[in-house]
């Protein structure tokens, strides 16, 4: 009777070897296993964490993760991760790359705005109205509430062109303008009153140039955003391939 034909023995790490190849420290590799970045670790009779390969790929995952989209949408992602079905997570982690292509997307119209209102300044033209749009058009552009538009108006940062008498708000090219590039100063983490004061300086020259930098300042952050993620690619893919291989056996 032929012997039974088993694999190799799965490799058992200790925190430190994890921590090692992990580029974490062994402090940092039992806080990620309490928060749920890793799986639990199974224990051995003397009470040592007996850790695997996946353990490291997930650490290695979680750190482009967490510079893609945050430590706390990344730790909630590979816990996810651990219960889905392969063509969940793939869905998951596209929808990552899908949120950066659109912040990438409404800063370069932001970009676009800003020269428009350049070029206005130096020629003035009229507006058709075919230019303007509503409030739930000009929201679902920018992928913001109405009321998100609402609150700006209440602080000054985009004036709708007119008002009618049913309180329908239309907004024109200089307000779209204005409204692209308060949406993506609000994406890079400024504050309304920061905001505020760049949307005021943008008809002196060193405020243009000013709000060009932090435009281009965005997209090198989506640009190193969008990087981490693709390194984190294979390491992802290694968590999920392996939930689904233990699913299995």
């Known amino acids: ?42 224990r051995s009779g003397n ?5 695997a390969s996946v353990h490291v790929h997930a650490l290695r995952a979680y750190r482009g993760l967490a510079a893609a ?6 730790r909630r992602m590979l816990r996810e991760l651990r219960t889905e079905t392969i063509a969940g997570a793939a869905s998951a982690i ?13 800063t370069l119209h932001a970009q676009q705005a800003l020269r428009a209102i350049q070029a206005e300044e130096q020629q003035p033209g009229a507006e058709r109205d075919s230019d303007a749009m509503t409030i739930t058009e000009l929201a679902g552009a920018l992928g913001v509430r109405p009321s998100t538009l609402r609150f700006w108006e209440q ?6 062109d007119r008002v009618t008498s049913l309180r329908a708000r239309r907004y024109g090219r200089s307000a779209i303008g204005a409204a692209r590039i308060v949406a993506a100063l609000r994406g890079s983490g400024y504050g309304i009153p920061a905001v505020r004061e760049v949307m005021g300086s943008l008809h002196r020259l060193d405020g243009l140039d000013e709000t060009r930098h932090v435009l281009q300042q965005r997209l090198d952050r989506i640009a190193m955003r969008t990087v981490a993620l693709l390194r984190a690619g294979a390491d992802l893919a290694a968590v999920v391939t392996s939930v689904q291989e233990r699913s299995t056996l």
Not at 12 to 37: F, I, K, N
């Open 155 to 160: 602080e000054g940062l985009v004036t709708p």
């Open 47 to 51: 009470g040592y964490r007996s850790y």
């Open 94 to 106: 596209n929808t990552v790359h899908v949120r950066l292509a659109r912040e990438r997307e409404e």
């Open 69 to 74: 989209v945050g430590p706390v949408d990344a």
């Open 1 to 42: 009777m032929s012997e039974p034909v088993t694999g190799p023995r799965p490799v058992r790490l200790r925190t430190v070897d994890v921590a090692a190849a992990s580029g974490y420290s062994v402090q940092q590799v039992r806080d990620l296993e309490r928060l749920g970045v890793l799986p639990a670790a199974p």
